[in-house]
């Protein structure tokens, strides 16, 4: 008990997490003026999560749990001088520059579902019917999530419509165990979120997970799988999770109710994840599907296995290489909007597997 003691308290310490901000701040003072020339981008980053509404309206939703889901639509400009794979985050003091900055433009929110739905809808008729959700990681706040989620839509290239699944994270290091028991607590409302999308005009969604993203995508995926629909009809594409924070006999058990995969299921690992390193530890010493090393033995559950242990990563904790490794989120982009209509295009997933050997 002592050691696991300490390497919670190692854990707190330590983990720069998935977000790392603290501000929590997603709106500020009023933006300045800058020139179209001086922006690179302009994402439209549509909301479903099981936050609750701040009452600090700059930080729009905050960490605490509700019953249902609430809904948003996000405008975020990325700024000229953006290096890719970099968030360009404005820190205390400094102007909200757009020209440096990324920075929320606009904040749209919907009382009801149905009017969500309406604009969602009209967004993915005009990107031709692709969608994709991202699920993000322990320890974020919901400023990080839509941000990621921006620089991930803006250096892949993705043409179809964002949609950000934000759990509500407590965005602390301390609040491992608060943040793994909201992510359960999100699981059905992911599936709502997925079957929304379902009956929407999307012809094909796409799901990016990543660190505890991954144990809520995996359990709405396997109880998808109980109800008889585990692919939504046939218009789930690509699945990719990065750096899993899952117990690797939990995942085996949640691929085997799944069962082998139609379309790619693609795992990103890296035996060089100190984060997961960490949270094994503190779950008894057991490996975690992120730095699990025996590729060939997930394999055979039906899942692409990318090894990226030799890829560099521009985080200390080398926990985020899918979204800030420049060639690797390009590539995930260019497989997304490559193997279109289900084509069973596998160049671009065996060129990311050589770009990490």
Same mark, same amino acid.
């Given at each position: 008990m002592r050691l696991k003691t300490i390497c919670f308290f190692a854990l707190a310490l330590l983990i720069a997490g998935c977000g790392g901000r603290k501000t929590e701040e997603l709106l500020g003072s009023a933006v300045m003026s800058t020139p179209v020339t001086e922006i690179s981008g302009n994402h439209s980053i549509f909301i479903a999560t099981t936050r609750k509404k701040s009452d600090d309206p700059n930080k729009v939703f905050d960490g605490e749990r509700s019953a249902t889901l609430n809904y948003a639509r996000v405008n975020v400009t990325v700024p000229g001088i953006h290096q890719t794979g970099q968030i360009e985050r404005r820190s205390r003091g400094k102007s909200n520059d757009p020209a440096k900055y990324f920075m929320a433009s606009e904040v749209v929110g919907y009382d009801a579902q149905p009017k969500f739905s309406s604009a969602l809808n009209a967004d993915i008729a005009a990107r031709g019917g692709r969608v994709m959700v991202f699920v993000h990681g322990y320890n974020t706040g919901f400023d990080d999530a839509v941000y990621r989620l921006t620089q991930i839509v803006h250096d892949s290239g993705y043409p179809g419509t964002p949609v950000l699944f934000s759990w509500a994270s407590g965005a602390k290091t301390t609040d491992y165990v608060y943040d793994k028991e909201s992510a359960s607590a999100a699981r059905d409302q992911l599936e709502v979120t997925l079957r929304m999308l379902q009956q929407s005009g999307a012809r094909r969604i796409d799901i990016v997970a990543h660190s505890l993203g991954t144990w809520v995508t995996m359990e709405t995926l396997r109880q998808m799988a109980i109800t008889g629909d585990r692919d939504l009809g046939g218009k789930l594409?690509?699945?990719?999770?990065?750096?899993?924070? %899952?117990?690797?006999?939990?995942? !085996?058990?949640?691929?085997?109710?799944?069962? !082998?995969?139609?379309?790619?299921? %693609? =795992? =990103?690992?890296? /035996?060089?994840?100190?984060?997961?390193?960490?949270?094994?530890?503190?779950?008894?010493?057991?490996?975690?599907?992120?730095?699990?090393? /025996?590729?060939? *033995?997930?394999?055979?559950?039906?899942?692409t296995v990318v090894d990226l242990s030799k890829v560099k990563g521009s985080d200390s904790f080398n926990h985020t290489k899918f979204a800030d490794n420049p060639e690797l989120v390009k590539m995930i982009?260019?497989?997304?909007?490559?193997?279109?209509?289900?084509?069973? *295009?596998?160049?671009?997933? /065996?060129? %990311?597997?050589? =770009?990490?050997?």
């Open positions: 594409g690509d699945v990719v999770l990065a750096s899993p924070d %899952i117990d690797v006999d939990v995942f !085996k058990s949640q691929m085997r109710r799944y069962g !082998k995969p139609d379309k790619p299921f %693609i =795992l =990103l690992l890296s /035996d060089d994840d100190r984060a997961l390193r960490l949270s094994g530890l503190i779950a008894g010493s057991r490996p975690r599907v992120g730095d699990y090393k /025996d590729a060939a *033995d997930l394999a055979a559950y039906g899942v982009g260019q497989r997304l909007r490559e193997d279109d209509g289900f084509a069973s *295009d596998q160049s671009v997933t /065996d060129r %990311i597997t050589q =770009l990490g050997q």
